[in-house]
């Protein structure tokens, strides 16, 4: 376990590194080709070990209500921008589904309130970004392995992509929509979860309304916020550029457990 420890220090020193170069959002990191080292370097330190050493339901660590930040700076983009969303929001999310599909026996739709009719976790952990910064926040959710579990799993099954309602880039393939991956052993540890509240109240549009991926033992840029869709998946080189989410594409590592 000291290993591990060490070796999230060593990632999380090397983002919070990156601050005190002037780097200050996401493109700056994909383009310096010393950070995408520093994450290569680190995606097979930690996917080894992780994988290897240490229990798929060892927990990341939890915190009290006393140790909440008082900022918690929302990560990626603060908002959609589009008419669709603009109206979901207006209107309250009433009209918001989520869309289990893919490699599933059972294909399966959830409005807000059916999500929060299910059982619920709530955890206090901290969310580390690549880009240098950690904040503590408290998320309640729905278990993502309890949502896929009613979808049941087909034969072959590896991957859970996460589609969302936000668009970075401009593009006429789809591909400068915001989108993510994990496998199934992470889907299934039991704080990944759909999360609806933080801090004990609904998530507010900057932080992902009305629903977000919190997948604990990750780097911030893999919960994904604005979740529209969730399609389970034997690979996902056939999506965009390939590489399993918007800044996989674009340079990050696509392991980036901490």
């Known amino acids: 376990m000291s290993k591990i420890v060490s070796r999230r220090r060593f990632l999380i020193g090397s983002a919070a590194s990156l601050g005190a170069i002037g780097l200050t959002g996401c493109d700056d990191i994909t383009e310096n080709q010393n950070v995408q080292k520093v994450l290569a370097l680190a995606e097979g330190l930690t ?15 939890e ?52 999500l929060k009719k299910l ?15 950690s904040a503590i926040g408290k998320w309640t959710g729905v278990p993502l392995g309890l949502i896929l579990q009613s979808a049941g799993l087909k034969l072959g099954a590896r991957y859970a ?29 039991p704080q990944t979860i759909l999360a609806y509240s933080m801090n004990g109240k609904d998530l507010e549009v900057a932080h992902g309304a009305p629903l977000r991926l919190r997948v604990e033992r990750h780097l ?15 690979k996902f080189d056939d999506i965009w550029g390939g590489k399993g989410g918007f800044w996989e594409d674009r340079g990050y590592e696509w392991y980036a457990g901490i």
């Open 47 to 61: 996917m080894g070990t992780q994988r290897l050493l240490v229990s798929p339901q060892a927990l990341a660590r």
């Open 63 to 114: 915190y009290t209500d006393k140790d909440i930040s008082p900022t918690f700076r929302p990560n990626g983009t603060d908002n959609p921008g589009s008419e669709d969303y603009a109206a979901m929001v207006e209107n309250g999310f009433s009209t918001w589904k989520l869309k289990i599909d893919g490699m599933v026996n059972k294909p399966m739709e959830f409005s807000l309130a059916d």
């Open 220 to 234: 911030g840029y893999k919960h994904a916020k604005y979740v529209m869709r969730i399609e389970i998946r034997d």
């Open 161 to 189: 992509v996460f589609y969302c309602a936000d668009e970075l880039e401009q593009t006429l393939d789809g591909s400068g929509r915001y989108y993510e991956s994990i496998d199934l052993i992470d889907a299934f540890h």
């Open 119 to 133: 059982p619920s976790r709530t955890q206090i952990t901290r969310h580390d970004c690549v880009e240098g910064w």
